[in-house]
């Protein structure tokens, strides 16, 4: 079967210091150790923040021949990269995060031209102005991008904001796919033990920003050419689904601005399908079809699926052409993407 990944991340092996250009303590950069190997041999280097250890990586993150090696070794045709959202810099003034944006952006696609045409990118934006954005996204997608990647959120500012809504008319109108990712997590002191911020706190803020969407009329005001996928399965989305809709249908103030019941919107966004398990696929089926979901996998990273694809390949209720569709022909349609070699 062909299998295209819509959800992976990278880092470049390096990059100008953020903090010499602009000052403060909390950029990111990569802390390299020549000695420092993961169990397949492969480079590692420890994600700093400041002077904080983040997050250890490995070279697939940077290096396109490790990450096509690994593809080839679980059946991966064609990946998607997009950078990791602590690369936002959404918190930062407009035009830092606008240097950011282009420096990753074109980061990710030297990665990509030593792909042998099996990797593309999707760019990121600064969130925090509408304008700004339209025009990176506008710039990204011109110089080879398939898609923008945002987050769910800007400061205390969720997807029904004006400003995000503006730019997703801007991508509807330009045809440019759009894929929310969830950062900056919810609750942050009482999920920071036992990663709980990305096993709880993500799950969260992607079932938070599909609501604001519908809640805040966001779906009724922005052209319906838009495509946007959601994150991690939706996160509680579709398992809380029935409860939002009995609030909806019962309490005048739980409607929002929306125009119809949650339940109409089910056709207005895609999932992707990175949930670990059988029962909340089946489940994301039978709620979404399979028309609206997306295989991805949140590779390299130890919390993503570690045999990529095997989750939808071994599903018991999907026939043969739904698990294709699933891992590869939604994908190839939503990001208009060529046909594997």
């Known amino acids: 079967m062909q299998v295209v990944d819509i959800h992976s991340h990278f880092f470049p092996k390096t990059w100008p210091s953020l903090q010499d250009k602009f000052g403060g303590d909390d950029w990111p950069w990569l802390k390299h150790s020549d ?38 070794a679980q059946g991966v045709s064609q990946q998607i990269i997009s950078a990791t959202p602590i690369l936002f810099a959404y918190q930062k003034p407009v035009e830092q995060a606008l240097y950011c944006a282009q420096l990753f952006n074109d980061a990710a696609l030297e990665i990509c031209q030593q792909g042998q045409g099996r990797l593309f990118a999707m760019a990121q934006v600064p969130l925090q102005c509408a304008d700004t954005a339209c025009k990176e996204a506008s710039r990204a997608m011109a110089s080879g991008h398939v898609g923008i990647q945002i987050g769910n959120h800007v400061g205390n500012k969720n997807m029904d904001d004006e400003a995000v809504l503006t730019f997703l008319q801007h991508c509807a109108a330009e045809h440019i796919p759009v894929f929310v990712h969830p950062w900056d997590m919810m609750a942050a002191e009482r999920t920071k033990d036992y990663m709980m911020g990305w096993t709880v706190g993500m799950p969260a803020e992607t079932q938070l920003s599909i609501v604001s969407m519908i809640l805040g009329g966001g779906f009724d005001r922005v052209s319906r050419d838009l495509k946007i996928c959601f994150a991690h399965g939706g996160g509680a989305f579709a398992f809380l689904l029935g409860r939002l809709e009995n609030a909806w249908l019962h309490r005048d103030i739980a409607r929002g601005k929306s125009a119809h019941p949650p339940s109409y919107y089910l056709d207005r966004f895609y999932l992707d399908t990175a949930v670990f398990d059988h029962d909340a696929l089946t489940l ?18 130890p919390l993503g699926e570690q045999q990529m ?33």
Do not use: H
Not at 331 to 337: D, P
């Open 35 to 72: 000695n420092d190997k993961n169990e397949s041999g492969y480079s590692k280097a420890m994600l700093m923040k400041g002077d904080k250890a983040f997050r250890p990586i490995y070279a697939a993150c940077w290096d396109p021949q490790v990450r096509l090696a690994e593809m080839d």
């Open 284 to 301: 994301l089926v039978k709620k979404m079809t399979t028309d609206k979901l997306l295989f991805g996998t949140d590779y390299p990273f």
């Open 309 to 341: 694809g095997q989750l939808i390949k071994t599903a018991p209720d999907l026939s043969k052409q739904q698990k294709q569709q699933l891992l590869a022909d939604n994908a190839r349609q939503f990001f208009s993407l060529p046909q594997a070699n």
